[in-house]
């Protein structure tokens, strides 16, 4: 009798939990309507403007301006990358956008695609490329900020861009997520698994750990109800799918109040897996893991691409300290791969030009038997030298960015006559800087990096620089759009954290 009470009791426990859940999910909307409503002329405004687009127009074009929380895609057949949306935060104003853009990878060259019928302006939505039908990009969700950043609109519309014949269309289907930003969404077979997120109001906020799958064939939403313990709720998560067929998700970031006025923001760290359960696919489970290896410190705002060889890659972020009234961050620029099949993490480590290699290569001579190369990252070496570089904004903004030098020869080693003289080694190492909240994609085996953000004291810097790097040879990155430095202006009189920052109010997360 006693055991039974208890589960009965622990039964009750659960159904309170989900109760008070979807209590506070209705009194969110019902406060986050009132804003929505308001929102809603200045985006019916910007819709007027752009059904005066009747045609489809490409005009070459510089870069993108400067943004964050946009998604960056690689076209299924053709040597592009497809930009959409974003935004931007100057101090004063938020700019939100539906702007596409393309990349010519061979011509290195960007184009603005005007098409017809966009969505509306959004960021922190999810895109997701299927090679079917000639070629499709599908969109979901995202959000709206007003210009004061104070307002949002959480979107739940399903959009397809059609790449073969460059029309966008709109998919109306039932039964789908509600309005949310920072969820992920990965393509399975063929659905779009979506998985997180939140939704926020001026006042109140909520986090999701639903789960959804859109039929590409039939065009219909369903919700998954997975067996197994999964994931707390969260946004910006890691969401990628294995060689296994599983999907896989690693930590995010969810926050919640602790008293009146205060919030409490949590990195989350953990894995799961997501997967049919005995081979069907109409039912899943999930199964915390826990990788062995050199594991990504604890982080949110990072960016994920998966590799040519099916690992996850997971780029960047910031590690957060809160206080009641403060958020603090260091921003990071390295590099982790997660390889499902060995259930493992390794840290991404640069071989570096040639000339750079072999100097390394003489100097593990002296290394301990059985040291572990490819997740120790050079622990012990001796530190590499760094320049400190500042830049002036047209505000007069003093930006300091640090660059990491090339590992000098040590003092009595000789250098052999196939290494580079001393005035062409150990010259700047090109690398993209510390940052969250950048766009990553992969093609051909090389990955692209885009944009992003990172803070100077009480300032939020947006990037609009693009990076390569080989993948296959991860020798060293290729800057192919350098920061313009004057296009990191500033006017914001007070400290960027607050209100409608987008960095603490997003996860800080990623798109």
Request: hydrophobic share 30%; with cysteine; aromatic share 8%.
């Amino acid at each position: 009798m006693g055991k039974k009470g208890k589960k009965e009791k622990k039964g009750r426990g659960a159904e309170k939990t989900a109760k008070t859940a979807a209590k506070m999910e209705k009194k969110v909307s019902k406060r986050s309507r009132k804003e929505e409503e308001d929102l809603e002329a200045l985006l019916a405004h910007f819709q007027a403007l752009d059904a005066t687009k009747t045609q489809v127009v490409e005009t070459p074009c510089p870069p993108p301006s400067p943004r964050l929380h946009a998604s960056l895609s690689a076209h299924p057949d053709r040597d592009e990358l497809i930009l959409f949306g974003g935004e931007y935060f100057n101090g004063q104003k938020t700019s939100v956008y539906n702007e596409l853009y393309t990349y010519n990878i061979r011509k290195d060259a960007w184009t603005k695609v005007e098409i017809p019928n966009p969505p509306p302006r959004r960021c922190a939505h999810q895109a997701v490329v299927v090679p079917q039908g000639g070629g499709q990009l599908w969109i979901f969700g995202g959000e709206f900020a007003s210009p004061d950043g104070e307002q949002f609109y959480h979107y739940k519309d399903l959009w397809v861009l059609h790449l073969a014949t460059k029309t966008w269309e709109q998919v109306r289907a039932t039964g789908g997520p509600s309005g949310r930003s920072g969820h992920r969404m990965v393509a399975w077979k063929r659905q779009l698994i979506l998985f997180g997120g939140f939704h926020e109001s001026t006042r109140d906020y909520i986090y999701y750990n639903d789960v959804y799958a859109f039929d590409l064939d039939t065009f219909t939403w369903s919700r998954l109800c997975p067996s197994g313990t999964g994931p707390t709720p969260r946004s910006g998560c890691q969401m990628s799918v294995t060689p296994q067929g599983s999907i896989v998700i690693y930590g995010g970031y969810s926050k919640q109040r602790v008293k009146k006025d205060v919030d409490r923001g949590t990195q989350h760290s953990d894995m799961f897996l997501l997967q049919p359960v005995d081979g069907r696919e109409g039912k899943w489970g999930w199964t915390r893991i826990n990788p062995a290896g050199a594991k990504p410190t604890p982080r949110s705002g990072f960016s994920v691409a998966v590799t040519p060889n099916h690992q996850t890659l997971l780029f960047g972020g910031v590690c957060d300290e809160e206080e009641e009234e403060s958020l603090e961050g260091d921003f990071l620029n390295d590099l982790h791969f997660y390889d499902a099949t060995r259930n493992r993490w390794f840290a991404g480590q640069l071989k570096g030009p040639k000339s750079e290699k072999r100097k390394r290569r003489r100097g593990r001579k002296a290394e301990p038997e059985g040291a572990d190369k490819q997740e120790r990252g050079g622990a012990g070496a001796q530190e590499p030298p760094e320049v400190v570089r500042e830049v002036v904004a047209e505000d007069g903004t003093v930006v300091t960015i640090k660059q990491v030098l090339a590992t000098p020869v040590p003092a009595g080693q000789p250098q052999s006559e196939e290494e580079d003289s001393p005035d062409e080694a150990g010259g700047p190492v090109v690398e993209p800087g510390p940052r969250s909240n950048a766009m990553l994609a992969v093609k051909h085996g090389r990955l692209y990096l885009y944009g992003g953000m990172f803070e100077a004291g009480d300032r939020q810097v947006t990037l609009g620089d693009l990076y390569c790097l080989d993948l296959h040879k991860m020798q060293e990155w290729t800057a192919l759009v350098e920061a313009d430095p004057g296009e990191l202006g500033w006017r914001g009189d007070a400290p960027q954290v607050g209100a409608g920052a987008p960095r603490k109010r997003l996860c800080p997360i990623c798109p």
